[in-house]
């Protein structure tokens, strides 16, 4: 499965949300387990991101407008946000669940059907979740990232979950429901944290990674032979698209199109290096003084 954006996941996502709730919301009625009450709770707030990741991400894609002249790309951070809080309030709740069962643990019923229900449940989830991280990869997609990472820490608390269980069902021990849950409780907390502060890079415009800019100084090094230098790199990320921008300093000799070819020159070799990346370059003659008088730019 490979489409060209990001939205047509979303319902993938949504579809597997819908299934698992009632999967593991089956297996929780079916057993009393308070460990797998707190992941069809955590399936509930998949569905909420997804439609959430939905909304996002239809927003994003629409056209840049005179308001937002560099697109709605952004809108993804909102979903991610809401995701992060939305976790933390399912583990608070979980755990809200749990204490009280340390001090009465209560017996499990049908544990081998409940169990088959939930590793159904995990089945789904950990296909989703494979599929939806390599297009958010490809994509350049923060939501179907944080999506697809929710989603495996799903699967792995499940995982956990069911091991739980069948502890309880070969020892006898009842408390270890309530501590499993505990345990999903703490596991998701530390994810939503997690998304929360990838969502506040995004949001502070933080710059592309060291190994694209390393690709833009690449760029730039094979035009130095021809005595032309670049400086006041500036990079960011919004959503899936990039953002550089860069001073050109050509011989003050040059003609406007010699020095208007070069910049168009490199700012393709920029864009076929990194695609969705929307490259401004600024030309500049070598010898006023004031051309160099930004290289402050640099260093701050």
Aim: charged content about 15%.
């Amino acid at each position: 499965m490979s489409f060209q954006t990001a939205r047509p996941y979303t319902f993938l996502s949504i579809g597997a949300a819908l299934m698992t709730i009632a999967l593991k919301t089956g297996a929780y009625y079916l057993t009393g387990s308070v460990g797998l009450l707190s992941d069809a709770l955590e399936s509930i707030i998949n569905l909420l991101t997804a439609l959430a990741a939905f909304w996002a991400l239809s927003f994003a894609a629409t056209p840049a407008d005179e308001d937002h002249p560099f697109g709605h790309n952004k809108a993804e951070y909102f979903s991610s946000g809401l995701e992060s809080v939305l976790i933390t309030i399912a583990s608070i709740g979980i755990a809200a669940v749990a204490i009280p069962k340390l001090a009465s643990p209560q017996p499990l019923e049908q544990i081998n059907l409940g169990l088959l229900l939930s590793l159904m449940a995990t089945a789904i989830n950990g296909t989703v979740a494979w599929i939806m991280l390599r297009a958010g990869r490809r994509l350049r997609s923060i939501t179907l990232r944080a999506d697809a990472h929710h989603l495996l820490t799903d699967v792995w608390t499940s995982v956990g979950v069911t091991v739980g269980i069948l502890l309880v069902k070969w020892t006898g021990w009842l408390i270890l429901d309530p501590l499993i849950a505990l345990f999903v409780a703490a596991s998701i907390m530390v994810s939503g944290f997690q998304l929360l502060r990838e969502t506040g890079a995004g949001l502070l415009d933080t710059a592309l990674p060291i190994e694209e800019r390393d690709l833009i100084t690449n760029i730039f090094s094979t035009y130095e032979p021809q005595g032309i230098l670049f400086h006041a790199l500036r990079t960011r990320v919004a959503g899936s698209r990039r953002f550089v921008t860069c001073h050109i300093l050509v011989p003050g000799n040059w003609t406007v199109q010699r020095g208007h070819d070069l910049c168009e020159d490199v700012e393709e070799a920029i864009v076929a290096a990194l695609p969705g990346t929307n490259v401004v370059t600024h030309m500049e003659p070598l010898e006023d003084p004031k051309s160099w008088a930004d290289l402050e730019l640099d260093r701050s």
